[in-house]
């Protein structure tokens, strides 16, 4: 059965391993240009040396982590949409396997009768699904494994730069597996489904995008987010947290900011209120509400709502536990289905 799969589909292999080939061939050029930019910037020696305190927020950022975070801004301006086109085309190889595989093992059986062809040589329905489906699964979980392990390469200089583990979550760590084995799930139902190649690669690519969009914006209500407190004014002397100088280099997901009053209560969701104390001579904060004008509402802190990047692998295993879940279901769906075929 295994050399019968092959067989069969060594096209649509060829396909796939054609289109990461593609993928490797664009992503090492521009992720050897990022870590040379990296290094040469001097963001790789300043990230390595801030201390532990000044990533998490904890203490004090001195001069030396200032000029690091510029840097990081800088880097991020001229290199940041390079960065973007490397994290989006990892997200094509699972749905590759989806619907160029996946959709092929039942459907085109189905379609053309050959599937009872099989089931007359000794071969049962299960047997004859189970090792189409094994065979698919493993080379999509190795693939995406390595995959993976590329963009990991790929996305230090990014990582390191502010952006952080944990809003990479789809094409770093094990995330990439499971939705490589939803998607060849997802098109094996789909074949099962229509008993026709055409409609289940629409199906397919339409439900892996619904599914996948749907969890993304589920995301960020897995866990319940953490809140910092930043205080309104803050010592022009001092470079502190608290300030417009903090630092962006801890890989935090920020999900909003608010302003809020003595008592507690929201003033404004749109941002937050940063003052220098005392206000210089010629200040133009008036328009920000800093000089206590009755115009703007009274601000007593701000918070940031955000999620820890060390919280990355925690939202990976609830993630990974949602796709092979579906994976799971589709697989009895489809095994339902096939017994059904005539």
């Given amino acids: 059965m295994i050399w019968l799969t092959w067989r069969q589909h060594r096209g649509q292999f060829l396909l796939v391993f054609a289109i990461l080939a593609v993928v490797t061939a664009v992503m090492v050029p521009i992720g050897l240009r990022l870590r040379r930019a990296f290094a040469e910037s001097g963001l790789a020696d300043c990230t390595a040396a801030l201390s532990p305190s000044v990533l998490n927020g904890s203490g004090p950022a001195d001069p030396a982590a200032i000029e690091c975070a510029r840097l990081a801004e800088e880097f991020n301006f001229l290199y940041g949409m390079q960065g973007v086109i490397g994290l989006v085309l990892p997200v094509l190889v699972p749905l590759a396997f989806g619907v160029v595989i996946g959709t092929q093992l039942v459907g085109d059986d189905a379609d053309h009768g050959t599937h009872r062809l099989v089931w007359t040589q000794g071969v049962t329905r299960n047997r004859w699904l189970a090792t189409k489906f094994g065979l698919v699964a493993a080379v999509a979980a190795v693939f995406a494994a390595a995959v993976s392990a590329l963009e990991h390469w790929y996305s230090m200089p990014i990582v390191r730069s502010g952006a952080g583990r944990i809003l990479l979550t ?111 001579a010629d200040t133009t904060f008036v328009e920000q509400g800093c000089d206590g004008n009755p115009a703007f509402p009274k601000v007593d802190y701000n918070i940031m709502l955000y999620h820890p990047d060390s919280r990355f692998w925690t939202f990976q295993l609830i993630e990974i536990a949602i796709f092979l879940g579906l994976t799971v279901l589709l697989a009895i769906l489809t095994v339902r289905r096939v017994s059904r075929l005539t």
């Fill in 170 to 280: 789809d094409v770093l760590g094990a995330t990439p597996v499971a939705y490589a084995l939803f998607a060849v799930a997802l098109g094996l139902f789909t074949g099962a489904m229509w008993r026709k190649v055409p409609p289940a690669v629409a199906a397919t690519l339409f439900g892996f995008m619904v599914v996948r969009l749907a969890v993304r914006s589920a995301r960020p209500h897995f866990i319940a987010p953490l809140e910092r407190r930043l205080k309104v004014f803050w010592d022009p002397a001092e470079i502190e947290f608290g300030s417009p100088y903090w630092l962006r280099l801890n890989g935090d997901w920020d999900l909003g900011q608010g302003m809020y009053d003595e008592a507690g209560r929201l003033v404004n969701d749109t941002g937050m209120r940063t003052c220098p104390s005392p206000l210089p």
